[in-house]
């Protein structure tokens, strides 16, 4: 099994950016497909971005299209998520999470994710 630490996080103004990491324990990193979740004060988590396990495939809601970029190192056992441009709507917790997947898949549901980190806050002054 795999457990997940999100970091990162922290005050960026409108515009700014900031790196998002989530580094995994566990011996069997590559054989995961990654997200990025991300969940407001008083709403759902909903997706933000999610890379297969070989990192070659990748997906992204439309509000962040061309601001975020999702990547991972299996050497490192971690996924980062890029974000530039940075905008107040961005503000949240940002939780990464992984699925084991018999295929190169990019998963986006967050139903289908087996585990998750704790998250890592994000807060983007106007």
């Known amino acids: 099994q795999v457990q997940l630490v999100e970091s990162g996080g922290g005050l960026a103004q409108a515009g700014g950016s900031l790196r998002l990491s989530c580094a995994a324990t566990?011996?069997?990193?590559?054989?995961?497909?990654m997200g990025w979740f991300r969940q407001a004060p008083g709403r759902e988590r909903e997706f933000v971005a999610a890379?297969?396990?070989?990192?070659?495939?990748?997906r992204y809601t439309d509000s962040v299209k061309g601001r975020f970029i999702i990547s991972r190192d299996n050497v490192r056992n971690t996924v980062y998520l890029q974000m530039t441009s940075l905008k107040p709507e961005d503000t949240a917790n940002y939780y990464c999470?992984?699925?084991?997947?018999?295929?190169?898949?990019?998963?986006?549901?967050?139903?289908?994710?087996?585990?998750w980190g704790q998250g890592t806050q994000v807060t983007v002054s106007s």
């Open positions: 999470a992984a699925k084991v997947v018999p295929y190169t898949d990019v998963v986006s549901e967050l139903y289908k994710y087996d585990y």
């Open positions: 566990g011996r069997t990193f590559g054989s995961y497909a």
């Open positions: 890379i297969s396990r070989n990192g070659i495939a990748k």
